[in-house]
């Protein structure tokens, strides 16, 4: 009997134990969001948000260069890049972006086996801003091929 009421306190112990520290370690990453709501956020500001293809033939492989500077006041970085479907790609830099320096992301978009239509795609920049998600897209009318 007494193992087993041993047994039963060390195991609380260390659930218990292991609460406080997840507690605290989400603590710490609540703080760290506090720094991105500060007025030295940095600022993604864009040349353009949305670029159009114009016409493009089914198959057609495109890219185009989005240009953005960081018009904060503290280094922007570019945490992840979310695209809506396998057929878009989006290249970006890896390194901090410093105050009132530019940077490019490139998107490319593969129609191979896209149906004739009007095509519009987003991406979601993830990064150290203010909100923490920033959004710019493509289009396209995908012609069929001859």
Do not use: W
């Not at 406080?20 to 940095?42: H, M």
């Not at 198959?59 to 878009?88: M, R, W, Y």
């Not at 009007?118 to 009318?141: D, G």
């Amino acid at each position: 009997m007494k193992k087993t009421f041993l047994l039963l306190l060390i195991t609380g112990t260390i659930a218990l134990t292991s609460c406080e520290k997840l507690r605290s370690s989400l603590e710490v990453s609540d703080n760290s969001s506090a720094a991105i709501n500060s007025e030295v956020a940095p600022i993604m500001t864009f040349n353009e948000s949305r670029y159009d293809f114009g016409r493009i033939t089914e198959g057609d492989e495109v890219s185009h260069v989005f240009k953005f500077a960081n018009t904060g006041k503290t280094p922007l970085i570019i945490k992840d890049i979310k695209t809506q479907c396998g057929c878009t790609a989006a290249d970006y830099p890896k390194d901090p972006v410093p105050p009132g320096a530019t940077a490019d992301i490139k998107v490319n978009f593969n129609s191979k086996g896209k149906p004739a239509g009007i095509v519009m795609k987003e991406v979601s920049i993830f990064a150290n801003t203010q909100p923490e998600i920033t959004k710019i897209s493509i289009a396209a009318e995908i012609l069929a091929k001859k």
